[in-house]
Structures are given as structure tokens and as C-alpha cells.
């Protein structure tokens, strides 16, 4: 409980301002506002958006529990690859992870080292990963309507 508590309330609180989020339609008036970018592809409108909770939230689950809501209206009505969004909502949470992750301080905490050196050794890795692989994703968004199961 020493150890694993302290995570557990801090993605507890994270999951309930995403439910504040939803209901108080702040996150409605966000859609509305990246909707107005039209000329983005919707996937890095879903990057954006989810990469903004994560920070604001502090944590990647309830951040994606938020956007695909908010979202998936958007995703089915123009016909996009909605396996894509999912795959977008796992790998999306690795961009820009920063010390308002839950995960950042269970690694920190878990390894008895300092913040520094967790943002050396998992900010930075995991948010070129999450870049690099929304790159991969911008690119098989064109055509994932001919790739069987996107």
C-alpha cells in the first residue's frame, strides 16, 4: 500500500476530472475548437487533444477515456479509420509524457531514482516513440480504407 498507493489516488483523481471534464462540456467546447482545424487530419486532431488532457489530467488511460467520446462522432461521420483511433488512444499516451503522468512518478518511485533522471530515461524515449509512431499512423491513415481490419 506504501508503495502503490500514492499512484492509485493520483490516477483516481485524474479519472474523475476526466468525468468533470465530459459533463461540465468543457470537452464539447475543445471538440468544437479543434473541429474549426479542419484542414488537420483527424488523427493528429485526436493527437492533439488527447496530448493536451494527458498533461492537464495526469494520466494517459484517463485522458483517453475522455477523448474517444468526444471524438469517435467526428471519426465515424467522415469514415475514418476508427481502429486507427484506438491505436491512436495506446500509443497517443506515450506523447509528451511528462511528470503529470501517474506512471512517471510508479517509475520514479519504483526505481528510488531522481526526476531528472526519469525524465531522461522514460520522458524522453517514450515521447519520441509516441511521435514517431503517430508519424506511422499519419501514414497508414490515407490508406488503412484498403488495408483488411483498418
Known sequence: IRESGPVLVIL???SCYGGVLQLSGVGDYIVGLLSNLGSLPMLLIAAILLSLLHVGVGGGTPAAVTTIPLLLPMFEKSG??????????????LIFL??????FW????????????????????ATIVGIIGLIFLMVLDPIAATIPGL
Open 98 to 103: 511528462c511528470p503529470t503522468d501517474a506512471t
Open 12 to 14: 483516481g483523481c485524474a
Open 106 to 125: 510508479f517509475v520514479k518511485e519504483g526505481s528510488d531514482i531522481s526526476v531528472k533522471e526519469t525524465i531522461v530515461a522514460m520522458c524522453v524515449p
Open 80 to 93: 475514418n479509420s476508427l481502429m486507427l483511433l484506438g491505436v491512436l488512444m495506446g500509443l497517443g499516451q
